[in-house]
């Protein structure tokens, strides 16, 4: 089954997450199939907090992947990042 996760990436205390399809029994690191943006919990200055292509999640929940509660509630507050940045 796939199911869209976060994977962590960053130094230690410094988290930086790329949001994933992948594999359900895949490491939390591991492999994936796709990459479909990144969450950065600590975004300063012109940094963006969260990048998501809500196309391709939109695209893999059709398909039938799983999406976790976390990533459930960066898709919930996509668009209004994304209206933020701009």
């Known amino acids: 089954m796939v199911t ?6 960053g130094a230690k205390k410094r988290p930086f997450y790329h949001v994933v399809a992948t594999e359900k029994s895949s490491r939390r690191d591991g492999r994936f199939i796709e990459r479909l943006g990144h969450y950065n919990p600590n975004a300063r200055g012109a940094e963006q907090k969260l990048v998501l292509d809500l196309q391709r999640v939109e695209y893999w929940r059709s398909n039938g992947a799983q999406v976790s509660d976390r990533v459930a509630h960066l898709i919930k ?5 994304e209206a933020q940045a701009a």
């Not at 869209?4 to 990436?9: G, K, Q, S, V």
């Not at 507050?77 to 990042?81: G, N």
């Open 4 to 9: 869209i996760r976060l994977a962590r990436a």
């Open 77 to 81: 507050v996509a668009p209004k990042a």
